[in-house]
């Protein structure tokens, strides 16, 4: 893990600028203290991270658990019994890993996922441009009367020193890759916020910087911690609400655990077993220490992926950088500018819902671009990810029930085993996204220096989520010293560039 430092340090700095305000704002929105949003960032990043087999997912407080969490704190009296669910929530995870419950992720289509991706990227946008402007919700409608202009200004100024760290200075010296832009544009907005104290143009509010709780001593730093009241253990409505945070954390997790090895430019696999026994141990001992439930989230891992984070060290280290600050610094943070981290907001918002995935999923026909609008379009809407998730995939499964027929027998193996390390994979008629976990673990399990002959001719509907699996193990190949030969109508090809364009020419009527 430590080999990758150079990239998993200023990667561990940004996802901490990014997770700082995620989990003070996902506490508010749960209802539960400050405090124990902090808690579940640090049991996210260092317990979940170094059990985790993700070599860049992120975890900590999920917003797609405020909902929950908010009518369960009230529905059950009070916030230490509601730690009592989160404690047996992490039981019932660690249970569903027992039961290899995982696979679960992979039966859910590509343009779901993507859908999902897109419509975070959306929602983030949407919900930083109030911080970014510096608006008081309290002075009424949105206008130029209400904005505060040292908010706006200093995050334009973030936004500018991100662009130009990004596409300009990274690219002249490796200096400015080991100090990473968003840092320079966190100082740069906290020397703003010390400079303009005072100013009535540019001054910022308290109530736009960074909010954390600053303990006096020792005392009232511990007195922060939150302990569940197990009394109420043999209440039923405590069982539900854990079980309840066991299946929508699980399911969170998954989704995001595909989303995040799409993203992954060296497209590792996460085993989704191991990952749920690690969100369920983090569950156990976020809600024994008065921490909210964690999953693994998208927000932090796209940024982990955005800033070259290589290894779970960079979560692992951004867990210990908000623990070191709450204790340390907790005075220095609270000079951060909101709009400051909006801006670093933006521009992961930004690569997640690059207007380019839009125009890339039209071009691959209905039966991808609608499940993605019906996944984007409830979410943006809602702002609810699990209803724009359950749409998605109900309307990805009517078109492919309306346009194709399943076809049970898909995958046949040959010579596995002849001695000559020649393995034969024909794939069936009609092969969509319900097959790919089972072709996933296929092609992982071939051996390295073999031969594999790939027999396409009798396929007349390939989904294209099984041609993203190929194309990613085609990569895979090539550090395992295993060569691919494609059959298809139009002749045998060894090792084919790009499977994606190759599939273009045969199913584009598909």
Known sequence: MFKTIKNDLPASIVVFFVALPLCLGIALASGAPLFSGLIAGIVGGIVVGAISGSKIGVSGPAAGLAAIVLTAITDLGSFENFLVAVVLGGVFQLILGALRAGVIGYYFPSSVIKGMLTGIGIIIIIKQIPFFFGYDKSAGSFSLDNINMGSTLVGIIGIAILLLWSQVLTKKAKIFQLIQGPLVAVVVGIIFYVVTQGNELLGIEAKQLVSVPV??????????????????????????????????????????????????????????NRELFAQGAG????????????TQVIVRSSANIQSGGRSKMSAVMHGFFLLIS???????LNKIPLSVLAAVLFIVGFKLANPKTFISMYKLGNKQFIPFMATVLPMVITGDLLLGIGLGLAVGIAVILYKSYQNS??????????????????????????????????????????????????????????IEILEDFALKAKERNINIKLYSERGAVENPESFIEFFKLDYKTA
Not at 218 to 224: I, P, R, V
Not at 283 to 294: A, H, M, R, T, W
Not at 326 to 332: E, H, K, M, R
Not at 418 to 444: H, P, R, S
Request: aromatic share 8%.
């Open 326 to 332: 709450i204790i340390l610094i907790p005075t220095l």
């Open 409 to 466: 027998h898909f995958l046949h193996i040959e010579d596995k085993s002849n001695g000559q390390n020649t393995i034969k994979m024909t794939l069936a008629e009609e092969v969509t996204f319900f097959n790919k976990g089972a072709i996933l673990k296929e092609l992982d399990s071939l051996p390295e220096n073999s031969y594999l002959e790939l027999d396409v001719r009798k396929t007349r509907y390939l989904d294209n989520d099984i």
């Open 283 to 294: 569950n156990i001992l976020s809600g024994l220490v008065g921490g909210l439930p964690v």
């Open 215 to 272: 303990p006096e001593d020792l005392d009232s730093f511990l007195g922060q911690f939150t302990f569940p009241n197990f009394e109420v253990i043999t209440q039923g409505s405590v069982w539900l609400t854990a079980f309840t945070i066991a299946i929508v954390a699980s399911l969170e997790t998954l989704l995001c655990v595909e989303a995040t090895d799409k993203l992954d430019p060296h497209k590792n696999v996460t085993p989704t």
